[in-house]
């Protein structure tokens, strides 16, 4: 639940910053589009590479003023060319007149004569000159000459759209990825909560057969009663001490439970004897390890019960039963069946003798460390009896 709720957050902050990327690309947008350009154009070179001017008279004619000087009548038709890949709109251009004339009439704007200069505002409909389009406009001028116009300003603004953004895009196929990735999650983890039911529906079935094969064990024995599961919840405590992840812990205890089925095969003659055994007797006790992993042979369910049952009378010296296996050759599993079984065999009452005090019981587990058990283990075990969880576990899961 935690990890989901990790993940769910690192989704959220994804998202919001995605959605801050997308932000700074309006606001670059805005700044660009609200930036004015100055272009210079002479004698047909422009200082802006997409925007330049062509004029040209296309008539003329030729009159005589009040005091009978000769004058020349023009019409010049110019063009505004944009030449790239952006809109250019909000416009206005200052034409220089190389010499002294009229300006009586234009078209396509509204001109303002000052001095040596026009200035040309388009208006409400030829405001924008589109991508690799043209605006024209014109103006008649009297003068004594006709005139060759070869200087301009020209100011205005090129508009680019999110569209025009690099980073746009970039964004855009992330958030694409994003909303992919948490759709999957999303139907991951419906269909965990699925795998989930199954699995606990699975689980309580195994409990309840497992619970049913532990009351025939059970019942063989009124002074073991109850042991199968002490022990299995002292293992379960200590594979989480060691830290093992949650599965494994789980397996851990249904192993633990299974440890003694093999003694269901056992005579009770032998099993509930109060004397001392014989070296006959011994063996076929001994053979309780054995009968119980060929028991569990078939039980797949759960990785590594039989080792469980066949190994948690091994020694850490390796001088215990079946196999003598020593040190860490031992599973993990079988050493802390080891010391679990070992602990509540002496914290309990016994055919043959009462439960041993509990300072004694923590001396024989520190004597026999890294004799008969992992030290390791009789560690955790300790830690368990320090922290007072021996009394009052639950006899069911």
């Known amino acids: 639940m935690k990890k989901n709720i990790k993940v769910l957050v690192a989704f959220a902050v994804f998202f919001v910053l995605i959605q801050v990327g997308f932000w700074q690309v309006d606001k670059a947008v805005e700044k660009h589009n609200n930036t004015q350009v100055e272009i210079d154009i002479v004698d047909g070179k422009s200082s802006h590479e997409s ?24 019409q010049y ?14 416009w206005t251009i200052i034409v220089y007149m190389p010499d002294e004339g009229v300006v009586d009439s234009l078209w396509n704007g509204e001109y303002v004569v000052e001095g040596d200069t026009i200035t040309l505002t388009p208006m409400d409909y030829n405001v924008i000159v589109e991508a690799g389009k043209d605006q024209p406009y014109g103006f008649v001028c009297t003068s004594k000459n006709i005139l060759h116009f070869n200087t301009y300003k020209v100011y205005g603004y090129f508009e680019k759209t999110k569209q025009d953004m690099p980073f746009y895009w970039v964004l855009q196929i992330i958030r694409i990825i ?45 002074y073991t009663h109850g042991h199968s599961q002490r022990v299995a919840n002292y293992t379960r405590e200590i594979a989480k001490r060691i830290d093992l992840d949650e599965e494994t812990v789980r397996n851990y205890y249904y192993i633990a439970l299974m440890h003694d089925c093999g003694k269901l095969l056992v005579p009770d003659s032998i099993l509930k004897k109060p004397a001392k055994l014989t ?27 039989q080792d469980g049952a066949l190994h948690h009378h091994e020694r850490y ?6 196999n003598k296996l020593k040190g860490e050759d031992i599973p993990l599993v079988a050493r802390i069946l080891c010391v679990a079984d070992a602990f509540d065999a002496m914290n309990s009452d016994r055919c043959y003798r009462k439960k041993l005090p509990q300072d004694e019981i923590i001396k024989e587990l520190k004597e026999n460390s890294d004799k008969q058990f992992d030290s390791k283990i009789v560690q955790y075990m300790l830690d368990i009896v320090a922290d007072g969880q021996v009394e009052g576990w639950a006899l069911s899961e």
């Not at 006790?285 to 990785?303: M, N, Q, R, Y």
């Not at 010296?317 to 079946?322: E, L």
Request: neutral net charge; aromatic residues 12%; glycine residues 6%.
């Open 77 to 90: 038709d110019a063009k505004i060319l944009n030449t790239g890949k952006y809109v250019f709109k909000d």
């Open 178 to 222: 994003w909303a992919v990735a948490l759709v999957c999650f999303i139907v991951v983890q419906i269909c965990l909560i699925g795998y989930k039911k199954r699995q606990r529906r699975d689980e309580k079935i195994i409990f309840q057969t497992m619970d049913t094969f532990i009351s025939f064990i059970d019942a063989k024995d009124p």
């Open 317 to 322: 010296d390796g001088a215990g039963y079946p």
């Open 279 to 305: 070296a006959d007797e011994r063996k076929v006790i001994e053979s309780h390890t054995v009968i119980g992993a060929d028991i569990l042979k078939d039980f797949t369910a759960i990785s590594g019960i």
């Open 51 to 74: 925007i330049n001017m062509t004029m040209e008279v296309t008539k003329y004619w030729t009159d005589y003023d009040v005091n009978k000087n000769l004058l020349t009548g023009a």
